[in-house]
């Protein structure tokens, strides 16, 4: 009997999933542990089982859907099975439960597009309003400019009879010689062309002109003082209108559309749980600088060492930073707890997590009881976690239930951060880059590698002082690196 195939929770936060795509077609005989599709959960690209067997007989769900757990995605049954009635009850609940922000193409760019911008020009009462176009054709122009005349010989008459006297237009004019460009807070980096007034100055135009051609010249953004009128006199609205149809266009550049990109998947999760964490956690920061020329030294060594033994394998600071964090866990179990209301767990196992950046967000993958591998095997461990995590082949169980986590941008070239908890965890390092800084040894100044440590603590489980310590009994570990191996 046909029957329809459930999208499933495929980790522990999983409540909506991507549909990345079908691993099985309709026509496909699947059993138990058959694998059909693949799901872009909260943390990775899981791989979807089906639980029936049979033939696949349809699929509802298409790639790019973003479904809730429980949406149907497809039908299973025995070859030839009448599903048209099974078939449009899926398709009707799927639709039901299909989440507004789905993103079939969450890749793609919306493009925005922008309307060419056109000067515009402030419609008065009383005068025509064939001559607010500036960008009519030629021969239509005809019409309008004896529109013009007749407005700007209403306004002749008006002035003669008020003997009102042309207000002049003070501008600093931009010449072809020596064109205004620097002025940032008009223009940026873009070349402003001669004819364009920037600000009032001294400069004032030879001829007189109308109101409105002032009104046309203000609209256009054109500066007065260098048109020439047509007659020698006085400034018109024609000359204006001439002018703006004969310029020269000014340099460009293109301006790339806004993108808008739907928040799903990690980035959805990364958002909801940082904020919970900030919100949440009182969180204060310590902030420690540390010589790293011993461990860089002892790295250099092993580094060495190991390619003389064809080890293919060679070991970084965070290496040994990890190590170094795991030894100091076990000598202050306050800094390895959890905040849970009515009561703080102090963890026995230390699980250290490792900030690893994909492109679509963030993940941690634990190294699990750090304290208790050999050095090299926890090495191993962590290139096999961050290569998984970047390819997003890791279960669940790899990246969920730390108990430490350590965050390191020195690769950016960061000096020191502040990294924000990973809830429930009670502390997170933030590791910075290696800065050649003064030292003092022995009243002797010397220059030295040096590496801000900032550790975040939960000050409702971390008092300052035990952090402090904490970081201390670190120190002590990197600047003496041999006590990491004994």
Known sequence: MARIIELMQLSPTMKTGTFVRWVKKPGDAVKSDTIIAEIETDKAIMEMMAFDEGILLATVANEGDQLPVGAPIAIVGEIGEEISELLEKARKKLNEMKSPSAVPTLQKEEKIETPPVKPQIKKEEGWAPKTEEPTEEPKEFLQKTMTLEAIESEEESEIKTTKKVFDRIEVEVSDFQKPIIDRPALNGDISIPPYISLAKSITKSKYPASPY?????????????????????RITAKDVENFVKNRKAGPTKEIKPDRRIPVAGIRKIIAERLYQSKANIPHYYLTIDIEVDPVLELREKMNHDLAEMKEEIKLTLNDFIIRAVAKSLTKHPVVNSSWQGDTIIQYGRIDIGIAVALD????????????????????????????????????????????????????????????????????????????????????????????SITLSCDHRVIDGAEGASFLQTFKKYIENPYLMFV
């Open 360 to 451: 679509s967000g963030l993940i941690t993958p634990y190294v699990r009881n750090a304290d208790q591998l050999e050095f090299l095997e926890m090495v191993k461990q962590i290139r096999s976690l961050v290569k998984r995590a970047r390819e997003r082949k890791l279960k669940p169980e790899e990246y969920t239930n730390g108990t430490f986590t350590v965050s390191n941008l020195g690769m950016y070239g960061i000096k020191e951060f502040s990294a924000i908890i990973n809830e429930p965890e009670a502390a997170i390092m933030a590791v910075g880059t290696i800065q050649k800084k003064p030292i003092i040894k022995n009243d002797q100044i010397t220059v030295g590698n040096i590496v």
């Open 213 to 233: 051609a002032k009104k046309l010249a203000e609209n256009y953004g054109v500066d007065l003082s260098v048109i020439v009128p047509e007659d020698g006199k």
